[in-house]
């Protein structure tokens, strides 16, 4: 169901790959709520064709770009602003890179060269965005910039590597930028901490599926999906939020919230207690 939440707004979405993005989601579900967008990820991504598919169904433009060098940014907020014929009323990062994690390169044996690319892709990449776009004065008044990270920023998660790192700069970037962005041009930025979810970058860290079985037994509401993510993406974006900034904003159904979990004891789990724990915890239960 459309609610027209983003009817005469102009967007960016920076990350689309395939049907398992968020992104892909996010620009499906904003042009169904009235929004018209650009779309940009890397000339590679772009050739492989599955992003080329997107922009014929929704019936927009790619414009090719490398997320880290700010000339290519410049151009995708100058031929957006041109196709679109205005400024820009929201602008998604979903861009993620580890070199270190798809070569298997562990925490404490970091390539340093590709911890550089890494903090470049993920994080960097956010701030040249943000400033090519200010320079230009590409963003309305009250436009919303969101980029997506995760609660390893905060936590440590074993697997998640360097892109912890990242995200750490991410959320920074995001406060630091905000305020300046929202005080000279009323432009607001957050970012959306999300639940481990299987996209393409997601499925590339180590336990990736035991990371999401936990963190949806862990959560009370469970796992947010992609799709509920865009939906997210899509309030952050309407004038419903008009005065929410520098906020790091959690969508993980309660994980960042929770300290201990309840989840019923299954038979076999009981049969490997000894006697004493197993009356501690029906005294437990009877409670």
Not at 131 to 137: E, R, V
Request: contains cysteine.
């Amino acid at each position: 169901m459309s609610y027209n939440l983003l009817k005469g707004k102009r967007g960016i979405i920076f990350g689309a790959l395939n049907e398992q993005s968020i992104a892909w989601k996010v620009a499906e579900k904003a042009v169904a709520e009235g929004a018209t967008i650009t779309l940009s990820n890397t000339p590679v991504a772009v050739r492989m064709g599955e992003v080329s598919a997107l922009a014929e169904k929704l019936n927009c433009k790619v414009i090719p770009a490398d997320a880290t060098n700010v000339d290519d940014l410049t151009n995708v907020f100058r031929e957006s602003m041109e196709i679109l014929g205005g400024k820009i009323d929201f602008v998604l990062h979903s861009i993620g890179m580890s070199p270190n994690v798809r070569k298997k390169r562990t925490y404490d044996d970091l390539d340093y060269d590709m911890l550089e690319k890494t903090l470049d892709i993920s994080a960097t990449s956010f701030h040249k965005m943000i400033q090519s776009a200010k320079k230009q004065n590409a963003i309305s008044e009250y436009g919303s910039i969101i980029a997506l990270t995760y609660v390893a920023a905060q936590r440590t998660f074993y697997g998640y590597n360097d892109m912890a790192d990242a995200k750490a700069l991410l959320e920074s970037i995001a406060r630091s930028f905000g305020y300046i962005y929202g005080r000279e041009h009323n432009v607001r930025i957050n970012t959306i901490s999300q639940s481990p979810t299987i996209t393409t970058a997601g499925s590339g860290v180590k336990g990736m599926d035991k990371l999401f079985d936990f963190a949806d037994r862990m959560s009370p509401l469970g796992n947010a999906s992609a799709d509920e993510c865009a939906d997210y993406c899509i309030v952050m974006f309407s004038d419903l939020t008009k005065k929410v900034t520098m906020q790091n904003l959690y969508h993980d159904g309660g994980f960042s919230s929770v300290g201990m979990s309840f989840v019923p004891w299954q038979p076999m789990r009981r049969d490997l207690m000894n006697i004493k724990t197993r009356m501690v915890i029906s005294f437990m239960d009877d409670k």
